[in-house]
């Protein structure tokens, strides 16, 4: 089983440059997530998914964009890459969300450098 | 409002020593608690999760937690670290159906 699988692992883009990080899950998983997590500031949520075609916001969705077509992917957009956008990006999904078998399993994250 | 909050940035360890990482909760009601932990250059892992019945929370790789609601505190133990230990551990929370909210991490240091 891979489990959750991101790519790239790193990547540097140029002020105004745009990319798509990818996410995938072979576990038939629902629930999926896009965090950032930036140094001594924890996991912030950008974008979530409940099952395919559903999206919705998180606490920081500005500057990004998703979509969910199958249940196995779930791809953030960058459209116009900004500095602050700085950051390591997790993807996670998840089986159940808000109930004792919870448990999100996360993807070994993606460094984004924007410069 | 639902935060948690981890008062610890770094913590030095003996290999050996017992530990024990602090996390705090916010929140109106009993709260879906989780600690998860984050080796270096990977993603996070679930150690335990406290939903409700016994406060005190058994989990992966010899961790324990315990609920103290009187406190509102989940703080992670360990009576014998290892030196494999050394890695960031975050604290969550998620109350009923909202977000779940993560601390700010504590990293972990493992002397010999």
């Known amino acids: 089983n891979a489990g959750v699988t991101q790519t790239p692992k790193f990547r540097i883009l140029k002020i105004g440059q745009s990319m798509t990080l990818q996410c995938a899950q072979d576990?038939?998983?629902?629930?999926m997530y896009w965090y950032r997590q930036d140094p001594g500031m924890g996991l912030k949520l950008i974008y979530y998914?409940?099952?395919?075609?559903?999206?919705d916001k998180g606490e920081v969705p500005n500057g990004y964009n998703v979509s969910r077509s199958t249940t196995e992917d779930f791809p953030l957009r960058l459209e116009l890459a900004a500095p602050s956008q700085t950051s390591v990006y997790f993807c996670?999904?998840?089986?159940?969300?808000?109930?004792?078998?919870?448990?999100?399993?996360f993807g070994s994250g993606t460094q984004l450098s924007v410069l | 409002a639902q935060s948690v909050t981890q008062p610890d940035i770094h913590i030095t360890v003996s290999e050996g020593a017992s530990l024990e990482l602090r996390c705090n909760y916010s929140?109106?009601?009993?709260?879906?608690l989780f600690w998860y932990v984050q080796s270096p250059g990977q993603g996070l892992q679930l150690l335990l999760k406290?939903?409700?019945?016994?406060?005190l929370v058994q989990g992966i790789k010899g961790f324990e937690a315990e609920f103290k609601r009187s406190q509102s505190s989940f703080n992670l133990r360990k009576p014998s670290v290892h030196w494999s230990d050394a890695a960031e551990y975050f604290c969550?929370?998620?109350?009923?159906?909202?977000?779940?909210?993560f601390g700010t991490g504590t990293r972990l240091l493992v002397s010999p």
């Open positions: 929140y109106g009601a009993t709260p879906y």
């Open positions: 998914s409940v099952g395919a075609g559903i999206t």
């Open positions: 996670a999904s998840s089986y159940r969300q808000g109930g004792p078998n919870e448990k999100l399993f």
């Open positions: 406290y939903f409700s019945g016994d406060t």
């Open positions: 576990m038939n998983h629902n629930y």
């Open positions: 969550a929370l998620r109350g009923g159906f909202q977000k779940l909210v």
